[in-house]
């Protein structure tokens, strides 16, 4: 069974701070994605990262991914408090026409001014 | 405008009641999947399905049930065995094809509270 685990769960931090969230998952895979969500609302697509070593950055977010570790990371750079939020990444097993994700459990970022 | 539209937004029902939770999406997508997320806590797969006429159970089934005749649409039954059907409800879509992302979109969610 595929376990995603996210550390960590709960995230203060002050503005203008740089801080990462850690995704670890249990088995291969090929597809990683990191989404974001605010509160009451749906999830937000942030990042698709696709092969070992691949780094993708939008704005003040970056994600990169080592397939050997199984780890992908979602860097905060210089926090502001409009990334409030709870991201959340997911993991899609290397499984041929398995289209399944498995969420890891959140982490919930709050910036404080 | 593309996208994957749920409604009701919200849904108050008695207990022992069913209820059927709607979702479209006009993406082309061939693959469709519902999660349930309860406060606090991330996503879990309900049902999906890759394509019309066909679907899988996920994690958590138990209590629900969904059919898929058309590729647009995949209406989500909770049923009253379902113990603690309080939650938010969430469809998304991706597609199938070998060469996408298969990067799953979401729809804006129903949130059902049952009494």
Known sequence: ELKVEQNPLFLSMQEGKNYTIYCNYSTT????????????KSLESLFVLL??????????LMASLDTKARL????????????SATYFCAV???????????FGTGTRLTIIP | DGGITQSPKYLFRKEGQNVTLSCEQNLNHDAMYWYRQDPGQGLRLIYYSQIVND?????IAEGYSVSREKKESFP????????????FYLCASSTTSSSALYEQYFGPGTRLTVT
Do not use: C, M
């Open chain 1, 29 to 40: 895979s090929d597809r990683l994605y990191w989404y974001r969500q605010d509160p009451g």
């Open chain 1, 51 to 60: 092969s070992n070593g691949a780094v993708k950055q939008e704005g003040r």
């Open chain 1, 92 to 102: 899609r097993p290397r499984n041929f026409g398995n289209e399944k994700l498995t």
């Open chain 2, 55 to 59: 679907f899988q159970k996920g994690d």
């Open chain 2, 76 to 87: 989500l039954t909770v049923t009253s065995a379902q113990k603690n059907p309080t939650a």
């Open chain 1, 72 to 83: 992908s990371t979602l860097h905060i750079t210089a926090a502001v408090h409009d990334l």
